[in-house]
């Protein structure tokens, strides 16, 4: 009996020796199926091949890379992430992780991120050129123009086959940067040396738009318009500081012009100055003629994925030839480029406000108003979308003009058939007044609704475009007499410089 017990026991202790090691062959043989199918292109049975020897060995670094270049192989990118970042975190001294995780974020579309990668696999392998590249690429998509041509340059150094592709990113820098002498020469070479169809075409086209000027970047920009409304309901005031109507309908004709000059432009930073004018003409109520003119002075500084502004913008309002208001902004402002599609806008603006008339001396102050903007641009440059929402406090030398309240606002623009592009855009603004109104003896409560649309194309020229507008205003008050109705009919034309 003893000796049956004891053959029993040493069959057992056998079995668990061995049991790793035939477990160890079984990972190592559905591993090595996985390497032969990614090899010879069969992804999907790859796939299946990882995920089955991840059953037997989770936290497997090699396993977790290559299960995550398959998925780059299938174009599922966001499961690649998972499983590079676990072969990231287990060993990222694996060969050629470092490069698969930064091509995966370029990818991804996290062209910032990228870059630092792929700067960063350079550091350790200053040879691997299509690391340059890549690098390159992803600066130009976050336009660090200049930082971009230097990497690109360098890959068209090291590898022939890079060249033509290298050099055409390199063209497209230069352009973009008003270097209209050295893209043209870049995109000539690609031309004259490219062996596919789809970049020799490319190329040509950009050949034709740089040499007919099209639209290289230029210091300046100039922009007019010319337009004639019917409003049903004339404002007493300027646009956008409108408290009090008319209830009379006329037709008025709008003229603006702005202008802006960068004084100092670089791939990272720009310093700049701009002026605009605008100006109506009431056909009948002419008292009601109003005017507005700007300076502005404003910074950008670039450090993908973020832009930091800011602006200095004083304004002068005019009635009828009469100084009304003086507003004077300070505005910083934060963007980040979440992804090639989606971006976020932060902004803050304080305004000191200055009435020039005496009659309106109790309403001199200043505002306070913090916005976060989202945009989402659509494929195949459709368009975007666009969404906010903000908080608006106002203070006044009197305080019955003491205010807060939100802000809102959604819309966007689409490309329509015939080249037709539609803008829509609503809006909501609720004020709550801090004191009771002096006349009515009761707290002051607004809701302010807005919606304006326009159908725009070019007209004859590239930079001349005919819109047709339409903007309705409706204001809700807890106080009869502070509500208001407005629709605005127009058509027009405006040129850009």
Same mark, same amino acid.
């Given at each position: 009996m003893n000796r049956i017990w004891f053959g029993s026991l040493a069959v057992l202790f056998l079995i668990a020796a061995i049991h790793p090691a035939l477990a160890q062959d079984s990972f190592h043989a559905v591993y090595d199926t996985g390497i032969?199918?990614?090899?010879?292109?069969?992804? %999907?049975? =790859?796939?299946?091949?990882?995920? @089955?020897?991840?059953? +037997?060995? %989770?936290?497997? %670094?090699?396993t977790n890379h290559f299960l995550g270049k398959t998925y780059i192989k299938m174009n599922h990118f966001k499961k690649a992430q998972t499983f590079i970042e676990a072969a990231w975190q287990a060993d990222p001294d694996l060969p050629e992780l470092a490069f698969d995780r930064a091509f995966l974020y370029y990818r991804l579309g996290d062209y910032a991120k990228a870059a630092g990668f792929f700067q960063e696999v350079l550091a350790e392998n200053p040879d691997r050129v299509v690391a340059y590249f890549y690098c390159g690429v992803c600066f130009y998509r976050n336009r660090q123009y200049g930082e971009a041509d230097s990497y690109l340059v360098r890959a068209a150094e090291m590898s022939p086959d890079l060249k033509l592709k290298a050099f055409y990113y390199s063209g497209l820098c230069h352009y973009y940067r008003g270097q209209a002498a050295q893209a043209l020469e870049r995109m000539t070479y690609v031309k004259n040396h490219g062996d596919a169809k789809e970049i020799q075409d490319n190329a040509t086209q950009w050949i034709e738009k740089i040499q007919a000027g099209g639209k290289a970047k230029k210091p300046y920009e100039i922009a007019l318009q010319l337009a004639f409304e019917y409003d049903e309901n004339v404002p007493l005031e300027p646009e956008d500081q409108d408290e009090l109507y008319s209830d009379e309908d006329d037709v008025l004709m709008l003229v603006s012009a702005s202008g802006v000059y960068n004084i100092v432009e670089q791939d990272t930073h720009k310093v700049g100055l701009g002026l605009s004018r605008y100006q109506t003409w009431h056909m009948a109520l002419t008292e009601y003629n109003n005017s507005e003119t700007a300076f502005r002075l404003y910074g950008q500084y670039l450090k993908a994925p973020f832009t930091y502004g800011l602006e200095l913008v004083p304004s002068i309002y005019q009635i009828d030839g009469d100084d009304y208001l003086l507003t004077t902004e300070l505005k910083p402002e934060i963007s980040y480029t979440v992804n090639p599609q989606v971006s976020l806008w932060l902004s803050y603006t304080f305004s000191n406000n200055d009435y020039r008339q005496s009659d309106y001396d109790d309403r001199d102050g200043s505002s306070h108003t913090l916005f976060l903007n989202t945009v989402y641009k659509l494929d195949n440059d459709k368009g975007f979308l666009l969404g906010?929402?903000?908080?608006?406090?106002?203070? =006044? +030398?009197? +305080? /019955?003009?003491?205010?807060?309240?939100?802000? /809102? #606002?959604?819309?966007?623009?689409?490309?329509? %058939?015939?080249?037709? @592009?539609?803008?829509?855009?609503?809006?909501? =603004?609720?004020?709550i007044y801090a004191d009771d109104d002096p006349i009515a003896d009761e707290q002051r409560e607004d809701r302010r609704y807005g919606l304006s649309v326009s159908v725009s194309r070019s007209f004859l020229y590239d930079w001349l475009e005919i819109a047709a507008t339409f903007s309705y205003t409706q204001n809700d008050s807890s106080i009869n007499a502070y509500e208001y109705a407005r629709q605005?009919?127009?058509?027009?034309? +405006?040129? #850009?410089?």
């Open positions: 032969f199918a990614f090899e010879d292109g069969d992804f %999907p049975a =790859a796939e299946a091949a990882f995920k @089955r020897a991840l059953e +037997s060995d %989770p936290g497997n %670094p090699s906010g929402l903000g908080y608006e406090a106002n203070s =006044a +030398s009197d +305080s /019955v003009y003491d205010y807060g309240g939100i802000l /809102v #606002r959604a819309g966007g623009t689409f490309q329509l %058939p015939y080249e037709l @592009r539609l803008g829509v855009l609503g809006t909501y =603004a609720g004020k605005i009919v127009g058509i027009g034309l +405006s040129a #850009r410089f």
